[in-house]
């Protein structure tokens, strides 16, 4: 089993509605969570930083859940602007190393 | 005001030769990374420096070797460049090892 593991999509969704995706992850040692977001031919950006109580930052809002060991991320209002990919990242305890899921693939249609 | 620069942007190559990637971060960072992202778009970490130490090697080929002068620059020397490493490299930086980190925009390497 993968340690990071994402829907690679794509999800196509139309402009305005509402998009959720899931990354699950398989070491129960986990300890920090992040989204990141790519465009085509980018470098990966950070989106946001995903904590235990979850988190929201304007249309978007992360959350964890230990118990099933994955991080989610929601798109409200969706924008053209939200096509990308998204990466979800994960680091262990005592462990530098940053691990990255294949990421979700994100269309928003007109 | 860039914040993690690489150099060169793109580069095309014969296989074959040796080739340097250059990597700075004005952001005072303690720690650098270098990743690889293939053709399939899988982002893999290669390498991690803390304040010039070697934190993280994975299982990479003995032709890449990775140089950090001081806690800003790391860059990534390749010797005998083969078809495979044809790729995009990133580099990163974070504050500590296990913080967010910061992309730099890439380098594009092709191995004709």
Redesign the interface.
């Given at each position: 089993r993968k340690e990071v593991e994402q829907d690679p999509g794509p999800f196509n969704v139309p402009e305005g509605a509402t998009v959720a995706f899931n990354c699950t992850y398989s070491n129960s040692a986990s300890?920090?969570f992040?989204w990141y977001r790519q465009d085509c031919r980018?470098?990966?950006?950070?989106l946001m930083?995903v904590y235990s109580s979850g988190n929201e930052d304007g249309r978007f809002t992360a959350q964890l859940n230990r118990a099933s060991q994955y991080i989610s991320l929601l798109i409200r209002d969706s924008k053209l602007s939200d096509s990308a990919?998204y990466?979800c990242a994960v680091?262990r305890f005592g462990n530098?190393?940053?691990?990255?899921g294949?990421?979700t693939r994100l269309t928003i249609i007109p | 005001d860039t914040a993690v620069s690489q150099t060169p942007k793109y580069l095309v190559t014969q296989m074959g030769n040796d080739k340097s990637i250059k990597c700075e971060q004005n952001l005072g960072h303690d720690t650098m990374y270098w990743y690889k992202q293939d053709s399939k778009k899988f982002l893999k970490i290669m390498f991690s420096y803390n304040n010039k130490e070697l934190i993280i090697n994975e299982t990479v080929p003995n032709r890449f070797s990775p140089k950090s002068p001081d806690k800003a620059h790391l860059n990534l020397h390749i010797n005998s460049l083969e078809l495979g490493d044809s790729a995009v490299y990133f580099c990163a930086s974070s504050q500590m090892r296990d913080q967010p980190q910061h992309f730099g925009d890439g380098t594009r390497l092709s191995i004709l």
């Open positions: 300890q920090s992040f980018k470098e990966p950006k950070l930083s990919t990466l680091t530098e190393k940053l691990t990255f294949t990421g | -």
